[in-house]
């Protein structure tokens, strides 16, 4: 009978690593099929109970770490905090779920590759230069399209996509070339988290949830925008159906200096006259028509209106409650959704960004890393790089 080997590991490591990985002793222990209190032992020396090597191995696995992290001997202090800005239900205590854990850390440790592999190409990596000092919140607006390149003109053509895709992809685009990793993450729940920031000096990153659609993603980006902008990193939602007075201070500016930018004072008022013939009034075709010029949600339109006087708090909530009815009815219509054959290469692209991709596959052609980094660093099969490589060029 082969002989067990234990695994000679600090408790303080295991702490760690469950802690950062999002899960509670109980969460973990059910997991690795293992009894509370025997994880509990592991963790704070109790005994001579430790784990063996296959139990670490399997932690590992759960724990998203390479197994040779847990035989540091210190605990790895490396990434900032990121501040919970996000806003708990009537004594809910909340706390990061294991795949907003992964999420959050996934998105530092690419930050950190994108700057060795701009390293290894030469390309010097500047400070980021745009930060808001906020004294008005229209002129804050302006300075984010300013900034980023976009005159009220470029917004001239968004109605025309009634999904939102133009204008997010448009604001992505600018973002990205101002010097911001833009990330698209599929694993976290929408109920979760809309996005969040990673507000370093350079090369800042904001990521949002694709399981959104593009109308929501296109606010949440820009509001974690602003939050670069501010150098305050954090992780958000976007439930604008909630009273205000539940919401930081911080999501509230950020909130409304991402309306301003999307929608500006004078265009949206402007687009209104001319779809009431001056009237003003906001029935509901009206409301989806503007909300679609600008390629943003409508609640985030009423918003926006509220700010300008031109809707009352009354009708919004109205109105939130008519689209949360209306949303349920087209569930409910909805045929069963068919299997679809995934595009990874288009998934990778969207998820990561052409800046991301466009380091990883720059180094790959001169020869700087191999076809299995370059699989392993976008997260898709050796055979699905010739098809990133054809889509990243088209």
Not at 218 to 242: I, Q, T, Y
Not at 286 to 311: D, E, H, K
Request: glycine content about 6%.
């Amino acid at each position: 009978m082969a002989k067990r080997v234990f695994a000679t590991v600090k408790p303080e490591i295991l702490v760690w690593a469950r802690t950062s990985a999002g899960f509670t002793g109980e969460a973990a222990a059910a997991a690795l099929k293992i009894e509370p209190g025997l994880l509990a032992a592991w963790e704070t020396q109790a005994g001579d109970e430790r784990p063996s090597v296959p139990q670490l191995r399997s932690m590992a696995a759960l724990y998203k770490r390479p197994l040779a992290v847990f035989y540091l001997q210190e605990v790895p202090l490396r990434f900032q905090v990121l501040s919970d800005l996000r806003r708990p239900a009537l004594g809910e205590d909340r706390t990061y779920s294991p795949q907003l854990t992964l999420e959050i850390r996934s998105a530092q440790q690419r930050r950190e590759l994108a700057l060795e592999l701009r390293a290894e190409l030469e390309e010097p990596v500047e400070p980021f230069p745009f930060r808001l000092a906020v004294e008005n919140i229209e002129q804050a607006g302006e300075a984010v399209r300013l900034f980023l390149g976009l005159q009220p003109a470029h917004l001239q053509n968004l109605g025309g996509d009634a999904t939102g895709r133009q204008a997010f992809n448009l604001w992505r685009v600018a973002i990205e070339r101002s010097g911001v990793l833009v990330f698209q993450s599929s694993r976290v729940s929408q109920s979760e988290a809309s996005g969040f920031a990673l507000a370093y000096d350079t090369l800042p990153v904001v990521v949002v949830n694709r399981k959104d659609v593009p109308q929501r993603r296109l606010f949440s980006m820009l509001h974690e925008f602003v939050h670069v902008a501010l150098r305050e990193s954090g992780v958000s939602d976007l439930k604008l159906d909630l009273v205000q007075v539940q919401t930081p201070d911080i999501e509230l500016l950020c909130n409304s200096i991402a309306a301003a930018a999307l929608m500006p004072k004078d265009v949206i008022l402007s687009e209104l006259d001319l779809a009431t013939d001056g009237r003003r009034q906001l029935s509901d075709d009206v409301i989806l028509r503007v909300a679609r010029r600008f390629g943003v949600s409508r609640p985030a339109l009423l918003l926006r209106l509220i700010g300008q006087r031109q809707a009352t708090w009354d009708f919004y909530f109205e109105k939130i409650a008519q689209y949360a009815a209306e949303h349920e009815r087209e569930l409910a219509a909805r045929s069963p959704a068919k299997d679809m054959k995934r595009n990874m290469a288009q998934e990778s692209l969207s998820n990561l960004g052409r800046p991301f991709v466009g380091l990883v596959l720059g180094n790959y052609f001169q020869r700087r890393i191999t076809l299995s980094d370059v699989a392993g660093h976008l997260g898709i099969r050796v055979k699905h790089v010739e098809a990133l490589q054809r889509r990243f060029v088209g």
